[in-house]
């Protein structure tokens, strides 16, 4: 692997050019920057190529087969004549090239031999080449194109070899086939030439880089100055080459805990804490005996106003009957107001569950849609698709329409998603069933359960509502039930979660559920574009790395930081209802395409949460969670807990859900433990009774003794005391030079983990030049 591969260019603090490099190692700045925006405006092209190398081929499947794209011939292919590793195709460029992307043809029918999950790695010599993408194909027919990494530090790096490396197969066992391979990019030479200059200054830099690192590291001075002087490179931003003059040359530990506080108040560790996993932490709601507040329900809607900080709760079921009352809680004050006990004798909408509302916080308005009803009440009548607007500042409901279905929009849906373009005042509804009259057998409720009857169900397709013109269009039937000509098809569902990123203009669309059918796929619609994308299918080799597939998760979106939220309630299996609940909350980085779960939850029984029950909630479905993006907060209300016992037992529970990560005087705290330590360590190995002092003050005054492993960790230090005694007799006289160079060595360690706070763009290359040797 090449140091590209492992090793970043500094951003130095003192010079403002991302990336820059010392004038002789590589082009003016001015020169890369028009090459950029030459190599932006260049049309891309198909990049030509010759077989250069393979790891085996079977047969009359040789690699050569994967330069023409014949899809119905099943013998134009290359194949490996075994699965063993490492089998793989290396591809050489006619020119040097900026490799953009890379598709992947294949076969007119699936195939066991497909690539499920493969490796691409390039450079500029077959013996040295870089990652540019792991991925994996579907197993159909449609060709795939994958964006290689072709970047670094911003700046294109060219290619002359391409190799492709299988993983697996999406048949057990059978070998690896490629059926045809088209490359694309850039290899127009006016801009490739200043390109590959570019990279071979670089990475001539991380050489020096690594160099420096290792004479610094060993006390090389002569070496390392030599070295620095003669070739102008800078190992480090030099405020960190200031802080190793303070602790590793002057051993200055107080001087370090003040440059340690500094670099804390100018925000240095800033990015360093948006890299940490977050921590959930829930606080109950509580109010006083005296306040009133909503009653038990399931299936209730919520939505918050983050600018006023206001959550307002409409309806749900309360284990008997639907409700129609709507409430409002202002955050500052933690305070219920009752506004109507009764909607509709407001002129709004009848008692219903299993509904959904958006928000428009601009204007103040609630949107309205969708109920179920019991089979005993699907009168045609009663089937019509109300539409409602409440306007919060007039304390006003308003009709819009009686019947969507009339006006282009769904028909009575349940369990469906909407959500608001609050700038372009568009909601959007998708999925959801429809109610139909009944067909002689009764259905079970559901959302609040969890089931969706037995009869064939009719699902929603994707619609959007423009406020201000009042017009319903469908932009998409469900795939099942293709109905109009020219609209695309989505495969529609129930108890899915939708979410509107205003600054992509993407709906995200997870999760749900089709008849007995559990999904967990991931995909967006573009609502200008009308482009649907997959993130993800959902498949069983995923399954460990995203939100297990479940009826009734809750999902919520922070545009600002590019994030989505998803609190996980009920398993698939609805057979075991009483063990099946549990709690999981994951995060998706949209930006990262990555998922993470940063906190699960699997334990059952009622005593367990009984004792819980002030520290968490316990698993539910049917419930509803808030997000305020402005002050990072979420707020769940009710839910069912799937009590077999208790089958009509519905919550009223309020939780706060914050999302915490180290903060900045936290990280501080370790950094000066960190000091401190190793303060005590080198006091130890030259004064054991200056050093048992230092253990008993200044060291015990920065542990959190509350904290029962900073305790154990304090009290375990006292046999550092005792170990050094013991070595003493077995090392060198004080002052000696190993005893210098070892002290070189901690201080040098301690240096290592200080730094590792600051941002990548300032530090020492993270790598080792004694790493790159072969064994």
């Known amino acids: 692997m090449s140091l590209g591969s492992e090793f970043t260019l500094p951003m130095y603090a003192t010079n403002p050019p991302n990336g820059s490099v010392p004038s002789d190692l590589c082009l003016p700045a001015t020169v890369i920057s028009q090459n950029m925006a030459a190599f932006k405006q260049d049309v891309v092209k198909k990049l030509e190529y010759t077989i250069h190398k393979c790891s085996s081929f079977s047969s009359t499947y040789v ?64 013996g040295n080449m870089i990652e540019l993408l792991e991925s994996g194909l579907k197993n159909d027919s449609i060709a795939e194109t994958f964006q290689l990494r072709h970047t670094i530090v911003d700046h294109p790096f060219p290619c002359r070899y391409i190799k492709i490396m299988p993983l697996q197969s999406w048949g057990p066992s059978f070998n690896f086939s490629i059926w045809f391979v088209e490359l694309i990019g850039v290899d127009n030479w006016d801009i490739v030439k200043p390109c590959m200059d570019w990279f071979s200054a670089y990475r001539e830099q991380e050489v020096v880089r690594l160099c420096l690192k290792h004479f610094r590291q060993h006390k090389y001075q002569e070496a390392f100055e030599s070295l620095q002087r003669r070739t102008q490179v800078q190992l480090e ?12 040359t002057q051993g200055d530990y107080v001087g370090t805990e003040h440059f340690m506080e500094h670099s804390v108040t100018i925000g240095l560790f800033s990015q360093y804490i948006g890299q940490q996993e977050y921590r959930p932490v829930w606080r109950p709601i509580q109010p006083s005996d005296s306040e009133i507040q909503p009653g038990m329900r ?20 309360d284990g008997n009957q639907d409700l129609s009352d709507l409430w409002a809680y202002h955050v500052p004050t933690r305070k219920w107001t009752l506004i109507t006990k009764d909607t509709e004798a407001e002129g709004g909408p009848s008692a219903r569950s299993c509904h959904k509302v958006c928000l428009d916080p601009e204007r103040r308005q609630i949107f309205t849609l969708g109920r179920y009803l ?146 967990n796929d991931f995909f967006t619609f573009h609502v200008d574009t009308h482009e649907v994308r997959q993130i993800s299918e959902g498949a069983k080799k995923e399954a460990c790395n995203i939100p297990a597939a479940g009826f009734t998760q809750r999902a919520t979106i922070d545009p ?69 993006h402005i002050n990072k907060v979420h707020y769940l209300f009710g839910g069912n807990p ?49 050093a048992l002092h230092y253990l008993q003050t200044t060291l015990s005054e920065i542990i959190d003794h509350n904290d029962p492993e900073q305790t154990k960790e304090f009290q375990l230090l006292t046999s550092v005391l005792f170990r050094e005694q013991d070595e003493r007799g077995m090392t060198v006289a004080d002052g000696s030079e190993d005893e210098e160079l070892d002290c070189h060595h901690q201080r040098s360690q301690l ?14 290359p993270t790598g080792n030049l004694i790493d790159l040797i072969p064994l």
């Open 63 to 126: 690699p050569e087969n994967i330069q023409e794209d014949k899809s119905n011939d099943q013998s134009s292919r290359w194949s490996s004549d075994t699965n063993n590793p490492p089998q793989y195709l290396t591809l050489k460029l006619q020119k040097h090239s900026i490799v953009e992307s890379i598709t992947f043809g294949k076969y007119e029918k699936t195939h066991v031999c497909n690539l499920r999950k493969f490796k691409v790695f390039g450079g500029l010599q077959d």
């Open 237 to 248: 931003d030099p405020v960190l080459s200031r802080l190793h003059d303070i602790l590793v």
């Open 298 to 317: 399931g299936g209730h809607q919520m939505c918050m106003d983050p600018y006023t900080e206001m959550i307002y709760l409409f309806g749900g079921w």
């Open 374 to 519: 019991d089979t005993q009440y699907r009168s045609p009548e009663n089937l019509k698709s109300d539409f409602y607007v409440y306007d919060i500042e007039s304390n006003r409901w308003t009709l819009i329409t009686e019947d969507t279905g009339m006006m282009g929009g769904p028909q009575l849906i349940f369990d469906h998603q909407m959500s608001m373009d609050v700038a372009k005042r568009t909601v959007y509804v998708f999925g959801g069933r429809v109610l139909t009259p009944p067909a002689g057998m009764a259905d079970d409720r559901p959302g609040c359960v969890g089931l969706v009857g037995t009869s064939e169900p009719t699902f929603s397709g994707l619609f959007s509502y423009h406020v201000p013109t009042n017009t319903w269009t469908k932009l998409c039937d469900d795939s099942s039930r293709p109905g109009s000509p020219g609209v695309p098809t989505i495969r529609s569902r129930v108890g899915h979660s939708m979410l509107f990123h205003p600054g992509c203009r993407k709906l995200f669309i997870f999760a749900g559920q089709r008849s007995k059918e559990y999904l």
């Open 560 to 628: 600002d930081l590019n994030e989505i939220y998803v609190l996980s309630g009920l398993s698939k299996d609805k057979e075991k209802r009483d063990d099946n609940v549990q709690n999981s909350f994951w995060v998706y980085y949209i930006a990262q395409n990555k998922w993470s779960c940063i906190y699960r939850n699997e334990n059952t029984g009622e005593q367990y949460w009984n004792k819980m029950q002030h520290l968490e909630p316990c698993p539910r479905f049917a419930h509803q969670l808030v997000y305020d």
């Open 642 to 690: 799937g009590r077999a016992c208790l089958p009509k037992l519905r919550l009223d529970d309020f939780w706060q859900l914050q999302l915490c990560r180290p903060t900045h005087a936290q990280l501080l705290q370790r950094c000066k433990l960190l000091i401190r330590k190793h303060r005590f360590e080198e006091l130890a190995a030259k004064n054991q009774m200056t």
């Open 751 to 764: 240096f290592d983990q200080l730094v590792s706070f600051f941002p990548d763009t300032m530090t020492q």
